[in-house]
């Protein structure tokens, strides 16, 4: 699917297999989005700006990369979000955060906002969405149109699973933002769930109902 790259590392896999697992226990649940955010932060960063900048190593000086430009912006989609931020701020800790408040209304499935945060100057960085589940895109596709309010143009979205239908939405509200997923499960449910998914990723991380 164009503009969508599913990171089929066997390392991914394994670890999103136990995931979905309903007997994993929270902190377990935590430590393999963790870690999974780490692999799926090198697939989204593959393409970073580098320059070559004069250092001098024990033996002699030399040209190394480094890496361009502003610091990127991690975006976290509250609550479930910091679940691959911690891990994505882990590998890239330099970088700045932003956090929008989002929550499903269960009747309409509409996004409903109650926060907003994020660094002023959006339009000169990088800025990666972090959601662990698209489900319906609603909620990742309002934060993406509200980052685009606050001057973003260079926007990237990384989440653990996906339903062909909010691939379908979120591609066709913002065909200019590239996904990056774990995996692209069979449907979504009456309910707005993925199936067969893994539940609901914030009460599983939180240990919450």
Known sequence: MQGVTVVDHPLIQHKLTLMRDKNTSTASFRRLLFEISHLLCYETTRDLETEEVEIET???????????????????????????L????????????????????????QPVEYYFKAP????????????????????????????????????RFVCLLAAPEGVERFTKNHPDVPVVTAAIDERLNDHGYIVPGLGD????MFGTK
């Open 201 to 204: 990723a914030g009460d599983r």
């Open 120 to 155: 002023e100057d959006l339009s000169d960085r990088l800025v990666i969405v972090l959601d662990p589940m698209l489900a319906t895109s609603n909620s990742v596709s309002a934060a993406v149109t509200k980052l685009k309010e606050r001057g973003a143009h260079n926007i």
């Open 58 to 84: 024990p033996i002699q000086p030399m040209m190394a990369p480094k890496l361009s430009g502003k610091k990127l912006v991690f975006a976290s989609v509250l609550r479930a979000g910091d679940g691959l």
């Open 86 to 109: 911690e891990g994505m701020l882990d590998l890239v800790p330099a970088a700045r955060v932003a956090h929008i408040g989002l929550y499903r209304d269960p009747e309409t499935l």
